[in-house]
């Protein structure tokens, strides 16, 4: 008798989805949809990690091991619902969310289009660099450009616009 019951049980683990390769495969899907409901990151992750530990907890009753995702899926917005329940109740209590820190990827990105950026900068005639250089990374006006350069506001307006002219030629270049 206990011979079936051990072959029964062995054939109900086997059926039992791998919770692994299931996280590999759902986990960053699932993130995303959490999002939609909530407003960082890290709570969307733990949204996915409590719909994860639930899921491993009844996952013996699922019957079709196929519709794990699904079910994964209906876990998660459920928990982000009850999340948004809560969180509308003591939203005067909670300070506002931090904004997402930029991926690597993203700032990876940046930097890259940053160097392209200064690489063509220098790549302009003097005046025209330092005019573009004092306006938009100093964030002066035409006519502080004016004085700290020595020339007249309509010569800084003059590099200016040569200036971005040949930024945006350079930049266009590169793509």
């Known amino acids: 008798m206990s011979d079936t ?8 683990a086997a059926d039992l989805p791998d919770l692994a390769a299931l996280f590999d495969a759902e986990a960053m899907s699932l993130t995303r949809l959490a999002r939609f409901y909530v407003d960082d990151r890290t709570a969307a992750e733990d949204l ?7 899921f ?15 079910y994964l899926r209906s876990i998660v917005v459920n928990l982000a619902r009850d999340h948004n329940r809560r969180g509308l109740v003591s939203l005067r209590h909670r300070p506002p969310a931090v904004p997402d820190a930029p ?3 993203e700032t ?32 002066l006006g035409v006519a502080e450009i004016a ?21 945006a030629t350079t930049l266009e270049e590169l793509r």
């Open 5 to 12: 019951r051990e072959g029964r049980s062995a054939a109900r």
């Open 48 to 54: 996915v990690q409590e719909a994860f530990i639930r």
């Open 56 to 70: 491993a907890r009844t996952r013996g009753r699922l019957r079709d091991p196929e519709r794990a995702p699904a």
């Open 103 to 105: 991926s690597a990827a």
């Open 108 to 139: 990876a990105e940046e930097r890259a289009e940053r160097a392209q950026v200064i690489a063509a900068l220098r790549t302009l005639p003097r005046r025209q660099r330092d005019c573009v250089t004092l306006r938009y990374f100093h964030d």
């Open 147 to 167: 004085a700290t350069l020595g020339v007249s506001a309509n010569t800084v307006k003059t590099h200016l616009q040569r200036g971005l002219d040949a930024l």
